[in-house]
């Protein structure tokens, strides 16, 4: 498909929305305050938004490069790019990793619309010991056809949003989601802030503490950048290759980094004033949640606070609604990347590939659904597939991507073509574009190394 005819966003609040819902996820509002609670509170926090800048960013400007020059998904934007060379795999990789990421993520996703209901319906409400909101949790992972129920949702929601297109689907729901999310997190955390002692929550997230800073801080603010932003699946190749040539790229990455980072820190914010507020800074139980994060954190902790609250019900319903946006816009990057690449590669139409994306997902789905019970037969080493599908692209696939993307771009593409990108042909100065290259060179690949490192010995 040629530069001329390739569909591109509408808007530049729709690129913004777009890119910036790919990034927003879940992993935002429950790894981002559990690696803040496991590495001091602020000194986490700066060291991260240091992390985004020297390695987070240098790395979103190479998947939109890639993407914006090579005018396909990944796989062909990679062919493009280099003809008769081997780098297509790296597209290959990109896509097999979102595939397996999108069989595990959906189940989640399905979790938070099960937990909407259960909020909306008020099945919540008249919890009031920790064991039970455990065992409401508990319950549902052990009921496979309940979560293949909601992941069904899930998906059916994320396909029809994607089958409408580009501009009508993708850039429309983005553009209505995104602002969306950002009324109802801000409005959580303006609640919570006003919460009695909710400045002690407020301290521990923004008053830095030097004695936390160890090299397990800094790694943990690496992953947490680099998985944050969404690096390594192509995700933001695709998106880019949807870039008008008038796109600023510099731009939209700093925005893009932008908008990730407040999500995070504003669910930090309200996170942590609720648990400082209802269960004081001596509940060892709110401590250790807040520090392991994932599941717990959202599915058992969080409720329980938000129960305690006057109108628990109501901030409840909220949080899981902002829940299911973060997910589903998450979502629709992962679908439109098996999408694209079914639709341009073997040139099934936008419906076809929808339909097939979403059987492939249905069915993995439901096998890593059904891991989660408690005599499942989907156990291998000790760990269930759905656990499996998780360590697979988090430890492996997500950050040899990454090392994909920084040599092809630093050292592989013509640096004339890069700085063209950068400079909107010429349009613009670039004035940093040495430092770039170190960064995407030199930084980026040693940050990443370290991830891959760390991962393998947890």
């Known amino acids: 498909m040629s530069e001329s005819t390739r569909v591109t966003f509408g808007t530049k609040l729709g690129i913004l929305a777009a890119t910036a819902g790919s990034a927003v996820g879940l992993g935002n509002v429950w790894r981002f305050p559990s690696e803040t609670a496991n590495g001091g509170g602020a000194i986490f926090v700066f060291i991260y938004l240091a992390c985004v800048i020297f390695f987070g960013i240098p790395l979103v400007l190479a998947e939109f490069i890639i993407g914006r020059a090579g005018k396909a998904n990944p796989a062909g934007a990679y062919r493009n790019l280099a ?39 008020g099945k919540l409400s008249n919890l009031t010991e920790p064991s039970a909101f455990k065992q409401i949790f508990a319950d549902l992972a052990n009921d496979t056809w309940r ?25 429309s729901a983005s553009k209505l989601m995104m602002p969306l999310l950002f009324l109802i997190l801000l409005v959580m955390c303006v609640r919570a802030v006003t919460l009695p002692n909710a400045f002690e929550g407020l301290a521990f997230l923004f008053r830095p503490d030097l004695s936390h800073v160890t090299p397990q801080v800094f790694v943990s603010a690496l992953g947490q950048a680099f998985f944050s932003l969404s690096l390594g699946m192509g995700c933001l190749i695709t998106y880019a290759s949807y870039f008008g040539p008038d796109v600023r790229l510099g731009k939209t990455a700093g925005q893009l980094a932008v908008v990730d980072t ?4 504003l669910a930090g914010m309200t996170i ?17 949640a807040l520090s392991h994060g994932g599941p717990g954190l ?13 109108l628990g019900q109501l901030w409840a319903a909220l949080f899981f609604f902002l829940l299911i946006l973060a997910t589903i816009t998450s979502a629709i990057s992962l679908y439109e990347i098996g999408t694209a690449f079914l639709h341009e590669e073997f040139h099934c139409s936008r419906i076809t590939s929808v339909i097939l994306i979403s059987a492939f997902t ?21 760990k269930t597939l759905f656990d499996w ?12 991507g990454g090392l994909f993307v920084s040599w092809f771009v630093g050292w592989y593409l013509d640096k004339k073509l890069v700085r ?39």
Do not use: C, H
Not at 83 to 109: C, D, E, R
Not at 272 to 288: H, L
């Open 362 to 382: 249905l069915v993995t789905g439901f096998l890593a659904a059904a891991s989660l019970g408690g005599d499942s037969p989907l156990v291998f080493f000790g």
């Open 420 to 458: 063209s990108q950068l400079s909107n042909n010429d349009t613009t100065a670039i004035r940093f574009f040495r430092t770039y290259l170190f960064l995407l060179r030199y930084v980026a690949p040693i940050g990443i190394i370290i991830i891959f490192l760390v991962s393998l010995l947890k």
């Open 83 to 121: 003809p008769g060379k081997p780098f297509y795999f790296f597209g290959i990789f990109a896509v097999a990793a979102v595939m397996l990421i999108s069989s595990f993520y959906m189940v989640v996703a399905g979790w938070t619309f099960d937990y909407f209901a259960l909020a909306l319906t």
């Open 147 to 171: 979560q293949t129920f909601w992941m069904a949702v899930s998906v059916i929601s994320t396909a029809v949003i994607v089958g409408f297109g580009v501009k009508k689907g993708i850039e």
């Open 262 to 265: 407040l999500v995070a820190v």
């Open 272 to 288: 942590f004033s609720t648990a400082f507020s209802v269960a004081g800074t001596g509940s060892a139980e709110i401590s250790e």
């Open 389 to 400: 599908l998780d360590t697979i692209t988090a430890t492996w696939m997500m950050p040899i």
């Open 298 to 310: 959202i599915f058992e902790t969080l409720p329980q606070l938000f129960q305690a609250l006057p």
